[in-house]
Structures are given as C-alpha cells and as structure tokens.
C-alpha cells in the first residue's frame, strides 16, 4: 500500500518567514494530494489540493509544488502570521473516493 | 451548507460501557468516512462507505467496533464494549466522489473511556 511520509515533525517560524513542510509518497499510482490544516480542539480543514496532471498550484500565501518523477510534494506558506500555526496534514490518494493515506502531521509555530 | 455534522461532541463513559457515535455528511456526497486520531497513531482510517456500501474496513481495530451507514444523510460508529485504550478523537468526513475526492472532516467527536 502506499506510504506517506512528512518531514518536519515540528517547525517554528519568525511571523513574515516562509514555511516549508515536504513529503513524499511510495505509490506512482497516486494521483491526488490535499493539504489539511489542523487547529487545536477542531477537525482537519482542506486548505489546497493538488493533481498529479498539475506541477504547482497556489491560493494567496499559499501553494504546493508536485514533483511525480521524485515522489514528493511540498507546502509553502509565505509571508507566515500567528493564525497560520497549527498542525498540518499531507496526503495522498489514488483516485476519487477512495482512502487517503496522511502524513504524521507538522505542528508549525509562528512566533510573533 | 453546515458542513459534516457529528454528535456527541465529548463522550465520557466508563469500560464495558457501549458507545455510539453520529455522523450526517454533507448532503450530496457519497463516500463517508471515519478516522481516529491520538497521538501515538495520528490519523488512522478505520472505514469507509461509497453509496452507503462499506468498501474497506480492514482498519477497524477489534470486533468490539462497528458501523453503519443505513442511508446517504446517516452513518454510526459503535463500540461494544469501550475499554480504556480506545480513548481518542474520532472523526467523519464525506466526499462526492465525481468532484475530485476531497474529503471534509467534521469536528469530531473526543471519547474517554474511563
């Protein structure tokens, strides 16, 4: 089965800093990768997908890059705030409704 | 729209005791889902439905676990008998399969089993 794996576990930030947070998958067959963000006490959130037909995708302070031929994808978030600490979520997917396999989560602080 | 809804919000419950937890997906979509979340495991699926069918529930952790999904707007989870060890969050999400799969989680439901 595939095996999703996220890198860093915990990252702290200065706020207006960049965030990087990378993983990387096993299965070639994957084609669907979302990016959850976790508060405390509340249910992960989708905040951006990606396609593996698509390179790079972005919403405002946020994108994600896909590299298929290397297995792994990334999050950046630039111009970092307060709000944006939480823990985040990769995952991956072959296909549509079917189950997602998640990363072990990265708790990102962003100091002020 | 409200979004996937579920209930109780906090469970607390002594071992031996049964549990059953709710889930209503948003309306329309088709794949349901439940997860439990600690921090030992994270996020662990533990089965899911397309059009009400369970497809996989090789996540289910014991027999003492079961669910249902008797119609597209319902879904529980039920524990039988709840021991101590199956404390965590447990979450829903729903997803409508032709739009692309995303899944949306609702707020869960955080279980001590005392």
């Known amino acids: 089965g595939e095996n999703v794996e996220q890198h860093p576990s915990t990252l702290s930030v200065q706020e207006g800093d960049s965030a990087v947070i990378k993983c990387t998958y096993s299965?070639?067959?994957?084609?669907?990768f979302p990016w959850y963000k976790q508060e405390l006490g509340k249910g992960p959130q989708l905040i951006i997908d990606?396609?593996?037909?698509?390179g790079e995708k972005k919403d405002q302070r946020i994108a994600v890059t896909l590299n298929k031929t290397a297995k792994h994808f990334s999050l950046h978030i630039t111009e970092t705030q307060p709000e944006d600490s939480a823990v985040y979520f990769c995952?991956?997917?072959?296909?549509?409704?079917?189950?997602?396999?998640f990363g072990t989560g990265t708790s990102l602080t962003v100091i002020p | 729209d409200a979004g996937v809804i579920q209930s109780p919000r906090h469970e607390v419950t002594e071992m031996g005791q049964e549990v059953t937890l709710r889930c209503k997906p948003i309306?329309?979509?088709?794949?349901l889902f439940w997860y439990r979340q600690t921090m030992m495991r994270g996020l662990e699926l533990l089965i899911y439905?397309?059009?009400?069918?369970?497809?996989?529930d090789s996540g289910m952790p014991e027999d003492r676990f079961s669910a249902k999904m008797p119609n597209a707007s319902f879904s529980t989870l039920k524990i039988q008998p709840s021991e101590p060890r199956d404390s965590a969050v447990y979450f829903c999400?729903?997803?409508?399969?032709?739009?692309?799969?995303?899944?949306?989680f609702g707020p869960g439901t955080r279980l001590l089993v005392l």
């Open positions: 999400a729903s997803s409508l399969r032709l739009a692309g799969g995303a899944q949306y």
């Open positions: 299965d070639s067959a994957s084609n669907y």
């Open positions: 990606i396609r593996s037909n698509v």
């Open positions: 995952a991956a997917s072959i296909g549509t409704g079917n189950q997602f396999y």
């Open positions: 309306s329309g979509h088709n794949s």
């Open positions: 439905f397309n059009n009400n069918v369970p497809i996989d």
